[in-house]
């Protein structure tokens, strides 16, 4: 079915590894981007892209990195990962400004 | 002060009863999404709004851009419609959403 793909759905990691938590869209979707969701913040942006090759920050930048070679994939990288990132992280997408946003299934990530 | 505020952060009702949620936003915006979060964790988008009004079976949401503030209304609430419902801004000239913190909706039988 057409729609966001997140994998994995659960990780465990240690302080300092690092990961690459995925992010793919068959819709031909241009804008792109990742959320981490903490118990009593809400939502907040990470990294966004408005299409292949072009991306920018969000609210709370720092500790990761994305990039855009595709107009299908886009990755989010935890760098060396620290408990504070301890989080459900959620990839959404969406054709253009007109339109609403397709969210995947989300990220559980426990940084220990 | 958040830049985009809900009000209740929770709600229960009976089931049958109309359900309205408020949300307020201190940002120009282009516009104002509202989503919907299952108890599982998935998260839907609801409505985009920029004027006026939408409705979509039991479900209307409103904007009033000059005093900054939308609603969301549920007509005939329903157990199933229990859920976090989160509102969200995006100003002007950016594709930055900000979210407010989500009102918890519980619907007994």
């Known amino acids: 079915n057409a729609g966001v793909t997140q994998t994995p759905k659960f990780q465990v990691l240690k302080t300092g590894q690092s990961m690459t938590l995925q992010c793919a869209q068959d819709?031909?979707?241009?804008?792109m981007s990742w959320y981490r969701q903490d118990p009593g913040m809400g939502l907040r942006l990470i990294h966004y892209?408005?299409?292949?090759?072009?991306?920018d920050q969000g609210e709370v930048p720092n500790g990761y990195n994305v990039s855009r070679s595709t107009t299908e994939d886009f990755p989010l990288r935890l760098l060396s990962a620290a408990p504070s990132q301890t989080s459900v992280y959620f990839c959404a997408s969406r054709e253009t400004a007109n339109y609403g946003y397709t969210f995947g299934s989300g990220t559980r990530l426990t940084v220990v | 002060k958040n830049e985009v505020e809900q009000s209740p952060q929770n709600l229960t009702a009976q089931e049958g009863e109309f359900i309205t949620i408020n949300c307020s936003y201190s940002v120009g915006i282009s516009a104002l999404h509202w989503l919907q979060q299952h108890p599982g964790g998935g998260i839907v988008s609801l409505f985009m709004l920029s004027s006026g009004k939408k409705k979509h079976g039991r479900l209307i949401a409103t904007i009033n851009i000059q005093e900054k503030h939308s609603s969301l209304h549920i007509t005939a609430s329903h157990p199933r419609d229990s859920a976090v419902y989160i509102c969200?801004?995006?100003?002007?000239?950016?594709?930055?959403?900000?979210f407010g913190t989500g009102t918890r909706l519980q619907v007994f039988p």
């Open positions: 892209s408005v299409g292949a090759g072009i991306t």
């Open positions: 969200a801004a995006l100003p002007h000239n950016t594709d930055k959403l900000i």
């Open positions: 819709m031909n979707h241009e804008y």
